[in-house]
């Protein structure tokens, strides 16, 4: 059941069989519809969410727009960590775009593994400092590549969004109207 | 000598004395003159400053143009922490904007730390997530301010750099041009 997690939580650190199995034990089964949500803006983000299975999209409203901001899939972490650790409201809303499967952890959960051994602690430092280097390396690239080069970024390292993702969310995400990524599209076809 | 970093060490956790006596022997006391850098863009940015004393900016070139996007002041701590993190090169630069006295730790002594106690890791979790938090903050800003507002919140919330700091940086971090800022404290000026 939590071979892909167990698998994933290797990739940070080396657990033992007993702080595995201890770490694991925190985490809660949750099935998702498609257009269920994490988390919506205005409510508190209240765990941490493993992707077992699925995928989904980050948004935000800002005026009457509408923002896609990251997409979650397979084998990743989706939360809003910000609201999860300040116990704020949250700004932005977590869909599934698939009928999903989680596995989740609450902030109670969280504490008590920090609390109970030093390699937690190292997880959950790992894991603030991977999304620290995540959020920079994105800001970088809005400042520094132009849609198209965020484009072709994005088609090498996960191609596999395109057959998932309306082309609208992932244009927002580039940071450009549909109109243009179809432009972009057209014109990089034969690369 | 370590009177104010020992105090904002203990604005994240209680340290034990001998925690913190050990804690404080891996830093080493840096003086720097205006200009000096901490990094500069294409360096490996080899520590993380606890500033002491003295102002510094986080600027990055893009195309021909000088963005400011930060200053850390007095009793903050000052790095790229990406750079630092990922033993990468920097993309940015970190300026004194005045004589300056830091208190730096390099990734060795850090790792030491880490190793040493449960209470380290935690220290570094809770600076990797209070950067996060802080990042995610002003992106949200940036998405949802206007300027005028963004700089009412800096003239509330750090009213001394108006006194320290060029208004041509001022503008950069709000992300206006200085003429811009100028009309804003004109129209704003009597509230």
Known sequence: MFKNLSKNLNSYLKFTDEEKTFFLSLFEYKKMKKYDHIVKAGEICRYVAYVNKGLFRYYFIAGSKEHTTRIF????WA???VSFLCHKESEVNIEALEDSELFIVNDESMQRAYDKAKIFERFGRLMA????????SRNTNFLRKTPE????DML?????IFNRVSLK???SII??????LSRIRKRTAGR
Do not use: C, K, W
């Open 149 to 152: 080069e965020r484009y072709l």
């Open 129 to 136: 400092e991977s999304l620290f280097i995540d959020i920079v």
């Open 169 to 171: 969310y992932i244009a």
């Open 175 to 180: 940071g450009i109207e549909p109109e243009s």
């Open 156 to 160: 090498e390292q996960t191609p596999q």
């Open 79 to 81: 939360s809003d960590y």
């Open 73 to 76: 899939m397979e084998d990743s």
